[in-house]
C-alpha cells in the first residue's frame, strides 16, 4: 500500500509546470483567444520539448501516472491545447470522448482525423465540421462530423479520458485556491485582510477538502486502470462526477471570493473559470455523469470494502 | 524535461501508487470477519444499548479477541502487540467501525489511551495500565470536557490542588462516554493558578472511577445509553504514581489523544457497509439510483483521505491539516450516507430495532451520524485547523 506518486512522474509534472510557466502561464490561454493559432505553434512545441507525443499513459502505471501530472499542470494554466486526446491518440488521431448526438470538441480544429468514443465505448472516425464557437465559455470548441464507425471498442481509452481528464481538472482547482489564498491575503476590507474573516478562512478550508479529495481519488482511479482493467468503468466514471462536483463548488467559492475583480480577466481565477467549461460540459455534466455511474455500477460492481452492484473486488 | 520510457522503472523496488494493503492485511480482514460471524449476533448495534446483554457480547468479544492476539494487532511487541503496521491497524479499525464496534468502550483504552502510556507513562505505570488493556479487561473514559471549556478545551478548570504527596481535585466534566461503565478515567486537571498561556499547568490523571468523590450523573439524549454523561470529581484523592506525563504536561498528552482520535474513528466503514446491506436486503430505489452512486463515491473519497493521514502518520511525518481534512471528510460523509439511506427508508426512518430496515442499523446509524461532525472536536475546529495551514502567515 503506497498511495504516492512515483517520483519519476512527479519530476516530469514540474518539468510540464516549468515549461508552461515559460509560456506565460494563464497568459498563454488570454493570447490564443485572441490568436487561436498561437495554440499550434508555442503550444504545441512545448508539448512537443516535453515528450508528451512518446508519452503513452495506456503503456504502464508510471507512464500513466507521468502522463496524470501533465494533464495536472495544464489544468493550472488551462493549457490551450487538447492534451488529453493527444496523449490518447490512435494511429496519430487524438481521442475525444462524445455524446450520442452532436460531436463538439474542444480544440476540434486542431487535428484533421479524429476518433471520437461513447462513454460506453462505441468509437467512429471524424474529422471537424465547423468553425469554432469563438464564445466566452467555448471558445475553442468545434463540431465534428462523423467519418465511419471504428470495428475496435474504446472502452479502455475512454476510461484513461475520463481519468486524465479529471487530472486536468485538479489542476485547475488546485490553482483556483492558491489564487483565492493570495486575493483573500491581500486585500483589505474593514481594516483588515479578507482572510482574516472566520467565514472567508472556513470556504478555504471547504475548498482544500475538495481539492485534496479530488487529488487522492484521481491517483486512485489511475491504480485501478491497471488493477482491474476489465472493470474499471465505473471508476472512472467516479472520479469524473467527482471531478465536475468538486469543480462546482470550488471554482464557485474561489470566484466569489475575489469579488467583483473574480469576473474580469486581467484575474487568472476568470480565465481558469472560463476555459475549463468545456472539460466540464462535454459530452455531458454532473447529472446524467452520475446515471451513467449507476449503471455502471449496477453491471460491473464497485470496489469497497464490502460488495456493491454485481459484484466487489474486496467482498 | 522529456519523458523516457527507460526512466520510469522504479529503482527503489517499492512499488509506488498501489492501493493493495497486502496479502497480510487481507488474511487479517477474512480473520475478523469470521470472528465476527460467529461471535456477534445478528443485528447487533454495539455495546451502549438499553440491553445490558451488549456490552456483556462486547466484553466477550474483547477477550476473545486479546486471545487470538487481535486485540492489540497493531501495538508494538514490546508491549504485548503484535507490531503489525499501520495498514493491518487500518484493517482492525475498519473492520470494528464496519460492524458496529463489537469491542464496545475498549476501543479507547486500545486507540490512544495505551499509546499514550506507551509515550508519556513510567515504567510502573506501563506494567499496571497496559496489560489489562491488551487483555481487554478494562474500560477508560477521558475526562476533557467541561461545561466552559468545549472546543476551547485548554481553558478547562478542574482544579487539583497539592495534598501531602498527592492532590485533590474537584471540578466537573461533561460529555464523558462510557462513564458509568468505565473502571479507570484519564483526568485533566489544572494544577497552580491560571497563567496567561492556558496551556500551561495542565496535567493528566490516572483514576480509578471508584475513588471516593467521583459521581456520574447519565445524560438522556437522541444517541442512546452511555454515550454522554456528566462527571462531578469532589475532593478526589490522586498519588503521585497517577500522573501521566508529568505535572504541568497534560497538553502533550492531549494533543497525542486527540490526534489519534481525528484519524482513528474510520466512520467510512460503516456507511459502506450500510450502503450494501440496504441494496442487498431492499435493493436502491429508482428515485435515488444517482444519488446512491455519489454517495458511493463520496465513501471512497472519504476512505482515500482516511489514508492519506495514515500515510503520513507511516511515514513519520503526520500533519495536522491532513488529518484535519480527512475528518471534514468522513464526519460529514457519515451524514450524508444516512440521509441517503433514511430518503430510501422513506417512511421507516422513524422505526427501531431488530424490525426495522437492515435489523435497525439504519435508523441507530443516523443518529449517531449526528454526532459526528461534533464528536473528538468539532468540524469548526477543523476548519479552523486546515485554513491556517492553508494562509500560513498571511492571515
Given at each position: 500500500m503506497n498511495p504516492d506518486l512515483p517520483s519519476e512522474a512527479a519530476e516530469y509534472g514540474a518539468g510540464a509546470a516549468r515549461a508552461f510557466a515559460s509560456l506565460g502561464g494563464l497568459d498563454a490561454a488570454r493570447r490564443a483567444e485572441v490568436d487561436p493559432a498561437e495554440r499550434g505553434r508555442s503550444v504545441a512545441r512545448a508539448l512537443e520539448a516535453l515528450g508528451a507525443d512518446q508519452l503513452d499513459p495506456r503503456a504502464d502505471p508510471d507512464a500513466a501516472a507521468a502522463a496524470g501530472e501533465l494533464c495536472r499542470a495544464a489544468g493550472r494554466v488551462m493549457l490551450p491545447y487538447p492534451v488529453v486526446p493527444l496523449l490518447l491518440r490512435t494511429g496519430g488521431a487524438p481521442l475525444a470522448v462524445v455524446g450520442e448526438g452532436r460531436l463538439r470538441v474542444?480544440?476540434?480544429?486542431?487535428?484533421?482525423?479524429?476518433?471520437?468514443?461513447?462513454?460506453?465505448g462505441?468509437?467512429?472516425?471524424?474529422?471537424?465540421?465547423?468553425?469554432?464557437?469563438?464564445?466566452?465559455?467555448?471558445?475553442?470548441?468545434?463540431?465534428?462530423?462523423?467519418?465511419?464507425?471504428?470495428?475496435?471498442?474504446?472502452?479502455?481509452?475512454?476510461?484513461?479520458?475520463?481519468?486524465?481528464?479529471?487530472?486536468?481538472?485538479?489542476?485547475?482547482?488546485?490553482?483556483?485556491v492558491e489564487l483565492a489564498v493570495e486575493h483573500v491575503s491581500g486585500?483589505?476590507?474593514?481594516?483588515?485582510?479578507?482572510?482574516?474573516?472566520?467565514?472567508?478562512?472556513?470556504?478555504?478550508?471547504?475548498?482544500?477538502?475538495?481539492?485534496?479529495?479530488?487529488?487522492?481519488?484521481?491517483?486512485?482511479?489511475?491504480?485501478?486502470?491497471?488493477?482491474?482493467?476489465?472493470?474499471?468503468?465505473?471508476?472512472a466514471l467516479a472520479v469524473r462526477l467527482h471531478a465536475l462536483e468538486t469543480a462546482r463548488t470550488v471554482l464557485r467559492t474561489t470566484q466569489q471570493l475575489h469579488g467583483a475583480a473574480g469576473l474580469c480577466d486581467e484575474y487568472d481565477i476568470s480565465i481558469l473559470c472560463r476555459h475549463v467549461q468545456p472539460c466540464l460540459r462535454l459530452p455531458f455534466g454532473s447529472e446524467r455523469t452520475a446515471l451513467e455511474l449507476a449503471g455502471a455500477v449496477e453491471r460491473m460492481g464497485f470496489d469497497s470494502l464490502f460488495p456493491h452492484g454485481a459484484r466487489s473486488a474486496v467482498g | 524535461m522529456i519523458w523516457a520510457p527507460s526512466s520510469a522503472q522504479t529503482t527503489s523496488g517499492e512499488s509506488d501508487l498501489d492501493y493493495d494493503f497486502g496479502d497480510r492485511a487481507a488474511e487479517l480482514r477474512?480473520?475478523?470477519?469470521?470472528?465476527?460471524?460467529?461471535?456477534?449476533?445478528?443485528?447487533?448495534?454495539?455495546?451502549?444499548?438499553d440491553d445490558p446483554a451488549d456490552l456483556e457480547v462486547a466484553q466477550r468479544f474483547c477477550h476473545r479477541l486479546a486471545d487470538e492476539g487481535l486485540l492489540t494487532v497493531a501495538w508494538p511487541k514490546e508491549y504485548g502487540g503484535a507490531g503489525g503496521s499501520v495498514w493491518e491497524q487500518t484493517v482492525v479499525r475498519e473492520e470494528m467501525w464496519a460492524h458496529h464496534e463489537p469491542r464496545g468502550a475498549q476501543y479507547m483504552g486500545l486507540n490512544w489511551v495505551g499509546p499514550a502510556i506507551m509515550a508519556f507513562g513510567t515504567d510502573e505505570q506501563k506494567q499496571r495500565f497496559l496489560p489489562p488493556i491488551a487483555a481487554g479487561d478494562v474500560i477508560w473514559c477521558q475526562g476533557f470536557s467541561e461545561p466552559d471549556a468545549g472546543s476551547d478545551l485548554a481553558s478547562?478548570?478542574?482544579?487539583?490542588?497539592?495534598?501531602?504527596?498527592?492532590?485533590?481535585?474537584?471540578?466537573?466534566?461533561?460529555?464523558?462516554?462510557?462513564?458509568?461503565?468505565?473502571?479507570?478515567?484519564?483526568?485533566?486537571?489544572?494544577?497552580?493558578?491560571?497563567?496567561?498561556?492556558?496551556?500551561?499547568?495542565?496535567?493528566?490523571?490516572?483514576?480509578?472511577?471508584?475513588?471516593?468523590?467521583?459521581?456520574v450523573r447519565p445524560i438522556r439524549s437522541m444517541l442512546g445509553r452511555h454515550h454522554l454523561n456528566e462527571c462531578f470529581f469532589d475532593d478526589v484523592w490522586a498519588g503521585p504514581d497517577e500522573v501521566l506525563g508529568g505535572v504541568g504536561n497534560g497538553w502533550s498528552v492531549i494533543r497525542r489523544a486527540l490526534a489519534h482520535e481525528r484519524v482513528g474513528i474510520v466512520r467510512y466503514a460503516r456507511c459502506d457497509r450500510l450502503l450494501s446491506a440496504f441494496a442487498e436486503e431492499e435493493g436502491v430505489p429508482e428515485l435515488l439510483r444517482a444519488r446512491w452512486a455519489r454517495a458511493l463515491v463520496d465513501v471512497r473519497v472519504a476512505r482515500l483521505l482516511a489514508y492519506r493521514a495514515v500515510r503520513e502518520q507511516e511515514a513519520g511525518?503526520?500533519?495536522?491539516?491532513?488529518?484535519?481534512?480527512?475528518?471534514?471528510?468522513?464526519?460529514?460523509?457519515?451524514?450524508?450516507?444516512?440521509?441517503?439511506?433514511?430518503?430510501?427508508?422513506?417512511?421507516?426512518?422513524?422505526?427501531?430495532?431488530?424490525?426495522?430496515?437492515?435489523?435497525?442499523?439504519?435508523?441507530?446509524?443516523?443518529?449517531?451520524?449526528?454526532?459526528?461532525?461534533?464528536?473528538?472536536?468539532?468540524?469548526?475546529?477543523?476548519?479552523?485547523?486546515?485554513?491556517?495551514?492553508?494562509?500560513?502567515?498571511?492571515?
Open positions: 474542444d480544440h476540434g480544429d486542431l487535428f484533421d482525423e479524429w476518433r471520437v468514443a461513447t462513454v460506453d462505441r468509437a467512429q472516425a471524424a474529422k471537424p465540421a465547423s468553425s469554432r464557437l469563438a464564445t466566452k465559455l467555448g471558445p475553442f470548441v468545434v463540431d465534428l462530423s462523423p467519418g465511419g464507425p471504428q470495428a475496435e471498442p474504446a472502452h479502455r481509452d475512454v476510461a484513461f479520458h475520463l481519468t486524465l481528464s479529471a487530472w486536468l481538472v485538479l489542476g485547475v482547482i488546485e490553482r483556483a486585500r483589505v476590507q474593514f481594516g483588515q485582510a479578507l482572510s482574516s474573516f472566520q467565514a472567508v478562512q472556513f470556504q478555504l478550508a471547504d475548498a482544500a477538502v475538495g481539492v485534496e479529495g479530488l487529488r487522492e481519488l484521481c491517483r486512485f482511479t489511475l491504480w485501478r486502470l491497471f488493477a482491474d482493467p476489465e472493470r474499471c468503468q465505473p471508476d | 477474512g480473520r475478523l470477519r469470521q470472528l465476527i460471524a460467529d461471535e456477534i449476533p445478528p443485528g447487533y448495534l454495539g455495546a451502549f444499548t478547562l478548570t478542574t482544579r487539583a490542588e497539592p495534598d501531602g504527596d498527592g492532590w485533590r481535585i474537584t471540578g466537573q466534566k461533561i460529555w464523558t462516554s462510557y462513564a458509568e461503565m468505565a473502571q479507570w478515567c484519564v483526568l485533566a486537571a489544572r494544577v497552580g493558578t491560571a497563567t496567561a498561556k492556558k496551556h500551561e499547568g495542565i496535567t493528566m490523571f490516572l483514576v480509578p472511577m471508584d475513588r471516593e468523590g467521583i459521581s511525518e503526520p500533519r495536522d491539516a491532513t488529518a484535519s481534512i480527512a475528518r471534514l471528510a468522513v464526519t460529514q460523509c457519515d451524514q450524508q450516507v444516512a440521509e441517503v439511506l433514511f430518503q430510501a427508508q422513506e417512511d421507516r426512518s422513524l422505526e427501531a430495532g431488530a424490525d426495522a430496515p437492515v435489523a435497525g442499523a439504519v435508523e441507530d446509524h443516523w443518529r449517531y451520524a449526528q454526532a459526528a461532525t461534533v464528536a473528538s472536536g468539532t468540524i469548526e475546529i477543523q476548519r479552523m485547523i486546515v485554513s491556517r495551514h492553508l494562509l500560513g502567515g498571511r492571515k
